[in-house]
């Protein structure tokens, strides 16, 4: 049922099937799971994202019991559980990037520029080889991901589309491979000098011990980790006015909604600056009309 989903999303069902799913509803025959009762969804100390996610595992299952001929209708369909977040995702605004960045060793001063800047996440980022990126048309390919030590695929066909890369971005990608012993094609980008190269580095262990410190010693008191990286991306380019099909492409979404509903947000400050614009073209469309009525 899951051999096509990526390793990442299969750990995430098994956990959900182990700990909520199975518990709650092992002793029911299927033909006694009511629309009503999965209301139960509601109850969870979860996420209302993650609450739907189990929504959507159920509905799944059912559907498979359909498909087989082992039951006739999916109670699931009609539940109601929405995936709205409680809290907007945290982003760094573009002096906390700089900041951050002039405060980070090499390593680091190469790897949060790349992800901030191209959206990638974290499994793609230490997914990356050095056959992956191509400097003279300036993009790198999304082929592969690394979730707990374990390769395998993206998470959707539409993450392995070419994602363009700046070329102050690839100038530092350059510096990085100068010193490196791993700079064959199916070399790891970040290969681990602990590991000799045969494995990338881990990523959650450098976020906890190099970048969190250096964030908080230079005043950014967001509580962050690689995906804040992505949430800025997407922020950034609407805030540069980018339509929302280009980032649906640079963000590499199979579905436009998750880039409109998940991923961009606004900063304050330039949500202010719209409204004043807005309320500024009010006021000048009436100074006007005073104007060519008086004339008259």
């Known amino acids: ?38 209301a139960w969804l509601r109850g969870l100390p ?42 907007a995702p945290a982003i760094l605004m573009p002096a906390e990037i700089k900041a951050l960045i002039n405060g980070l060793a090499h390593r680091e001063r190469t790897l949060v520029p790349l992800a901030a800047s191209t959206g990638l996440r974290q499994s793609e980022l230490f ?16 082929t592969r991901s690394i979730v707990y030590g374990v390769v395998g695929p993206c998470k959707t066909e539409s993450s392995q589309k ?15 491979r100068k010193p490196s012993t791993s700079i064959q094609p199916d070399d790891w980008v970040f290969a681990s000098k602990r590991y000799r190269g045969r494995r990338p580095y881990w990523g959650q262990a450098i976020l906890r011990k190099y970048i969190r410190p250096i964030a908080q010693r230079v005043g950014i008191q967001k509580r962050f980790g690689w995906h804040t990286l992505r949430h800025t991306y997407s922020t950034l380019l609407r805030s540069v006015g980018t339509e929302f099909k280009v980032m649906q492409e640079l963000l590499r979404h ?35 009309n005073v104007t060519i009525v008086g004339i008259r």
């Open 254 to 288: 199979s579905s436009l909604r998750s880039t409109l509903d998940v991923y961009t947000g606004s900063h304050a400050g330039e949500a202010r600056r719209a409204g004043r614009r807005a309320v500024a073209g009010i006021f000048l469309r009436c100074e006007r």
């Open 162 to 176: 070419p994602v363009p890369i700046h070329p102050t971005l690839a100038d530092a990608l350059m510096q990085w």
């Open 46 to 87: 979860l996420a209302k994202s993650s609450c739907a996610k189990i929504r959507n595992l159920m509905s799944v299952l059912f559907n498979h019991a359909c498909r087989y001929e082992l039951f006739d209708r999916n109670p699931i369909y009609l539940v109601r559980q929405s995936a709205k977040r409680r809290t």
């Open 1 to 38: 049922m899951l051999s096509w989903r990526s390793h990442a999303t299969k750990k995430i069902y098994q956990a959900y099937l182990t700990r909520w799913i199975r518990p709650h509803w092992q002793k029911y025959e299927l033909a006694d799971v009511r629309t009503i009762q999965v």
């Open 127 to 142: 997914g990356l080889k050095w056959g992956n990126v191509d400097f003279d048309q300036g993009t790198m390919s999304v």
